[in-house]
């Protein structure tokens, strides 16, 4: 038989849900980036101290033999000058030689190139102590009666 109405219980509400909190969704203006901005250049070095110049290495004559003239430039009656840029070495001996300037004869540049390879220079110096450093040596190729 069916209970009578006032002894029916009202009903237990469920147990609710855990609470999940969430975070709360916020909305941030953002502005615009400034443009960029060149980074502030690097304080200037003071200027390195001035190098003391070097002497010049002038050949040390002698001993320094004068260039073979070629037999055939002679029997041609080829004459010239040629400009070789050396390289002295600090102990005084030649290092690399190249020409600057033809005399337009390859005979004659290269008789000057293989004089000048022997030679003995004296060194330049920097602060009393020898270096290495470039010279110019012109060879000049005439012929006399």
């Not at 469920?14 to 060149?38: F, L, S, Y």
């Not at 002295?88 to 000048?116: W, Y």
């Amino acid at each position: 038989m069916p209970l009578p109405p006032e002894e029916i219980l009202p009903p237990v509400p469920a147990d609710p849900p855990p609470r999940v909190d969430r975070p709360e969704k916020r909305v941030i203006a953002v502005a615009p980036a400034d443009p960029p901005r060149a980074a502030a250049p690097p304080p200037a070095l003071p200027p390195p101290p001035p190098a003391p110049a070097p002497t010049t290495a002038v050949p040390a004559r002698k001993g320094n033999r004068k260039p073979d003239y070629p037999r055939r430039a002679i029997e041609e009656n080829i004459e010239g000058r040629v400009l070789l840029s050396v390289e002295v070495l600090s102990d005084g001996s030649v290092g690399t030689i190249e020409v600057k300037v033809s005399s337009g004869h390859a005979m004659l540049d290269q008789a000057a190139i293989r004089a000048v390879r022997d030679w003995v220079f004296t060194p330049a110096t920097v602060q009393g102590r020898p270096v290495r450093s470039l010279v110019e040596v012109p060879i000049r190729f005439t012929l006399t009666n």
